[in-house]
């Protein structure tokens, strides 16, 4: 099992829980020692133990990786990181950022079963969510591709290229995107998305 934080303390506390897993082995570490603890033990359960926003960076990490880990996050908002996007890239638990030492024990031995574990947290409308995701038109499969590319920081002739279309055809569909999610440029457009779930990262 690995275990990612930056606050040391909090990480103690994540360890300690997990003593109750007997036979298990529980490793501490930064988010850059991850792709080496993957590499070297595939089979890990990884418990993401840090704020939001580097749980996010860590996710857009991971979805360039050849291997996917079986991924429990703990965050403030359980919604947030308990989408399509994020199981496809590995999560299988979305729990509160201090979940007790019995829901955590539990998530890591029903994963690691292959099982998927929802807390009810995860279920509830995500705090952050955006209300215009929720009532705006649904993207289609073409514009969600889009707006994939955009938050990786593409512009509309790498967009174009990348997808054998236009830059116009690309402008077209980038000018859909930004009225079904009411944004006013491409960065708000990836927020909103991102705040919805719409996004992985």
Wanted: glycine share 6%.
């Amino acid at each position: 099992m690995i275990v990612l934080a930056q606050d040391s303390m909090w990480a103690a506390q994540v360890e300690a829980a997990l003593h109750a897993l007997a036979g298990w082995r529980v490793d501490v570490g930064k988010p850059r020692q991850l792709r080496g603890y993957v590499d070297e033990h595939p089979e890990a359960v990884v418990v993401i133990a840090l704020p939001d926003v580097d749980t996010r960076r860590m996710l857009r990490t991971i979805r360039a990786w050849p291997r996917r880990s079986t991924i429990i996050t703990l965050s403030d908002d359980p919604a947030h990181f308990w989408t399509s996007a994020a199981r496809t890239l590995g999560v299988r638990a979305a729990l509160p950022h201090r979940p007790t030492a019995e829901q955590l024990v539990g998530a890591v031995r029903a994963v690691h079963a292959g099982l998927f574990v929802l807390h009810p947290e995860a279920l509830m409308q995500s705090a952050v969510g955006n209300a215009a995701v929720a009532s705006g038109a649904p993207l289609t499969s073409r514009e969600r591709e889009i707006l994939e590319m955009i938050a990786e920081g593409a512009n509309n002739r790498i967009i174009a290229s990348r997808l054998g279309i236009s830059r116009h055809t690309v402008k077209f569909h980038v000018a859909s995107i930004l009225v079904k999610l009411d944004a006013e440029s491409r960065t708000e457009a990836v927020a909103v998305a991102l705040r919805g779930g719409l996004l992985a990262v």
